[in-house]
């Protein structure tokens, strides 16, 4: 009598709780409420990837990486109406806000900050490693001592050099600090990381690819004596005859620039990532 009562409770809850989960209405959804004159600004703990809204009621821009700005087109809707609805897609989880429009400027949400309990965990195809991850394996060799001491540029009286190179996943981590050993500050204007001939001022058709950093750790766009940064590019391969190069430039007047060359042979010695780096918390 106990098996078959257990096997009954067992079925109710394969039947019934996965339906009970399988749809999402508005009337379940976090709801928002919007006027046309005030700005909503939904804020993501990581870089968003995707937004649909579901009417031309509402516009909306994403300004910065986490950051999604919502407003009616216009007023002259009834308190309470559904204007739309809003999907934000993240890295690692997607949520849906109800947005409700209300004649009174004063309750019109200014600032939203999704919560825990409202993102659903979201597998996204695309991201094979979120920011969040790729910003803490960075942060741990950005903290771990230098491995490399034969890989060096010198350029008006600064030394670039190369610490470490990891590899994690379909990422490197490249590791580089600059020694400045002039008294004048150094104002960062980009960092550009490019794959080049060997033998570039030589070479009459010289190929430059320009590659695009999946992350540069450090924002900071100024130092005086001593700098560090680690930056991620997608693995790749490329032939003997070329080099991956960091490039700092300085901003105008001065226009001071300095350059890493990265040799094939220094990428293919790159570390598989030390578990115990991200022990040390």
């Known amino acids: 009598m106990k098996k078959n009562l257990l096997g009954i409770m067992l079925l109710i809850g394969i039947f019934i709780l996965p339906e ?5 209405t508005y009337e379940e959804m976090e709801r928002l409420t919007v006027n046309e004159q005030v700005t909503t600004v939904i804020t993501a703990s990581e870089p968003v990837r995707f937004v649909d809204i579901s009417t031309d009621k509402v ?3 994403q300004p910065i990486d986490n950051i999604v700005r919502l407003k009616p087109k216009e007023g002259g809707h009834e308190d309470g109406e559904v204007l739309a609805i809003v999907t934000i897609v993240t890295e690692r989880y997607r949520t849906q806000y109800a947005l409700l429009y209300t004649t009174r400027v004063r ?3 200014t600032d939203k900050e999704i919560q825990l309990q409202e993102r659903n965990a ?3 195809p695309a991201v094979s490693m979120s920011t969040v991850e790729m910003t803490r394996f960075a942060r ?3 903290n771990s001592p230098a491995k490399i001491r034969n890989v060096a540029t010198k350029a008006h009286r600064m030394t670039m050099r190369l610490n470490n190179i990891y590899s994690v996943g379909e990422y490197f981590f490249i590791d ?5 050993r002039t008294n004048i500050r150094f104002d960062i204007d980009e960092i550009r990381v490019k794959l080049a001939d060997k033998k570039l001022a030589k070479a009459t058709n010289a190929q ?3 590659l695009t950093p999946a992350l540069v750790l450090e924002a900071g766009k100024t130092f005086r004596h001593g700098y560090r940064n680690v930056v991620v590019v997608r693995k790749m391969t490329f032939p003997n005859d070329k080099v991956l190069t960091i490039e700092m430039t300085e901003k105008q007047i001065s ?3 300095i350059s890493l060359n990265i040799d094939y042979e220094d990428v293919l010695s790159a570390d598989s990532f030390s578990a115990s780096l991200l022990e040390e918390e």
């Open 107 to 109: 309750e019109a949400v």
């Open 255 to 257: 226009g001071r620039n």
């Open 20 to 24: 009970a989960k399988a749809q999402t």
């Open 208 to 210: 430059v690819i320009e």
């Open 176 to 180: 580089f600090s600059i020694e400045n």
């Open 122 to 124: 979201y597998h996204n």
């Open 140 to 142: 741990r060799i950005w």
């Open 59 to 61: 516009v909306g821009d």
